[in-house]
């Protein structure tokens, strides 16, 4: 991820086939809003921050691109889901005028999300 930093301007992260989060470099290492991207960025360790924060895990497998559960599919995955990401996919929709995230409920719209299980 270091090296996408460094090397890219814009950035798309993509789950199951599908783009979940889209934007500038910046805004989605610094402010991501889709949770795979949220819990993504927070699996992995950081130099400058050794010990200081809980590396998050990634609950579950990745599914079958062959037998994709309906509405979001991450939904079997995600910590933060609620009753409308079992059954309506989410459009990618603006989240700011540069980043566009594909969620029912964006991350900036999660209290402490650190601490929710």
Same mark, same amino acid.
Request: charged fraction near 25%; proline fraction near 11%.
């Given at each position: 991820?270091?090296?996408?930093?460094?090397?890219?301007?814009?950035?798309?992260?993509?789950?199951?086939?599908?783009?979940?989060?889209?934007?500038?470099?910046?805004?989605?290492?610094? &402010?991501?809003?889709?949770?795979?991207?949220?819990?993504?960025?927070?699996?992995?360790?950081?130099? =400058?921050?050794?010990?200081?924060? *809980?590396?998050?895990?990634? *609950?579950?497998?990745?599914? =079958?691109?062959?037998?994709?559960?309906?509405?979001?599919?991450?939904?079997? *995955?995600?910590?933060?889901?609620?009753?409308?990401?079992?059954?309506?996919?989410?459009?990618?929709?603006?989240? =700011?005028?540069?980043?566009?995230?594909?969620?029912?409920?964006?991350?900036? &719209?999660?209290? &402490?999300?650190?601490?929710?299980?």
């Amino acid at each position: 991820m270091a090296l996408v930093a460094s090397l890219c301007n814009r950035v798309i992260v993509m789950y199951a086939g599908r783009i979940v989060e889209q934007g500038p470099t910046r805004a989605i290492f610094k &402010n991501p809003q889709h949770p795979y991207t949220w819990s993504l960025l927070r699996s992995m360790p950081r130099m =400058d921050e050794v010990g200081k924060e *809980r590396l998050v895990s990634i *609950r579950g497998v990745p599914p =079958d691109l062959g037998k994709l559960p309906t509405g979001c599919k991450f939904h079997p *995955r995600c910590r933060f889901k609620v009753d409308r990401c079992l059954t309506e996919e989410p459009p990618l929709a603006e989240v =700011d005028p540069e980043q566009l995230a594909r969620c029912w409920v964006l991350m900036k &719209n999660v209290p &402490n999300p650190e601490m929710q299980s």
